[in-house]
């Protein structure tokens, strides 16, 4: 797999290097794109193989930022970071020091990611098809933290599980864009193929009657399919004539 993706890097960049050079473009007076864009999405975690097994879908967000090696935009440097929460507990707990008072205690399972890699693109058109590869850190966590009753701000907080991992990433997708805007929608889908990674789920800490807590963590690849929908905005510059 990693050879798979060391192979779609190289090509990307081996385009990039033949495009470089950027001759004397004129454009027509108003803002234009500049070679960085960005955006955001909404995301979806599905799950696959083993992993599916053991922790349900994940909702969350992921940023992107673009740098285009070419003038058009064909071959481009992206990076992501962002993250899902796939399991929440709440319990409703007295304070220890007086009845008058309770307390949450909430549980969150989470899985957080970085990725850097490349895109290829169609970059004209009223539809703008892409694919992209990309190595990611990938970092899984559940933490338990107490705040008041009427969701005032968490006051304690403790991280119960942590693991760091990584995943090779391969992706594709549809940009459409917002008339004359600099604006575009994004559709797409990327496939984490996940590295082993330790990792609890929703119910996985036993409460002991003496205080102390049980972890019943659990050990598997981490496949999942990143489902996202949400929209990329090229940074704008002055016009060249």
Do not use: C
Not at 39 to 48: E, L, T
Not at 87 to 92: D, S
Not at 124 to 135: L, M, Q, S, T, V
Not at 181 to 207: E, M, P, Q, V
Request: no cysteine; aromatic share 12%; net charge neutral.
């Amino acid at each position: 797999m990693q050879s798979k993706a060391v192979l779609v890097l190289s090509t990307a960049f081996i385009l990039a290097s033949a495009s470089i050079v950027d001759a004397q473009i004129v454009y027509e007076a108003g803002q234009i794109p500049s070679r960085f864009s960005f955006g955001g999405d909404f995301a979806i975690s599905q799950p696959k193989g083993e992993f599916a097994n053991n922790v349900p879908n994940g909702y969350g967000f992921d940023f992107t930022g673009m740098y285009r090696l070419d003038p058009k935009g064909y071959v481009n440097i992206r990076a992501d970071i962002g993250g899902v929460q796939y399991g929440h507990e709440r319990q409703r707990i007295g304070f220890p020091i007086s009845g008058r008072l309770s307390v949450d205690l909430n549980t969150d399972n989470r899985i957080g990611f970085g990725a850097i890699g490349a895109q290829v693109q169609v970059p004209d058109g009223w539809f703008r098809p892409y694919a992209n590869a990309a190595i990611a850190t990938t970092y899984f966590w559940t933490q338990s933290s107490i705040s008041g009753a009427d969701n005032s701000e968490s006051v304690l907080t403790t991280t119960n599980q942590d693991d760091w991992s990584h995943a090779w990433i391969f992706g594709g997708g549809l940009m459409v864009p917002f008339g004359k805007s600099l604006g575009a929608l994004n559709l797409g889908a990327r496939y984490h193929y996940g590295a082993s990674a330790t990792y609890l789920k929703k119910g996985d800490i036993t409460d002991n009657p003496d205080g102390t807590i049980t972890l019943n963590p659990r050990n598997s690849k981490t496949d999942l399919v990143l489902w996202q929908i949400g929209v990329s905005f090229a940074i704008p510059r002055p016009s060249r004539h």
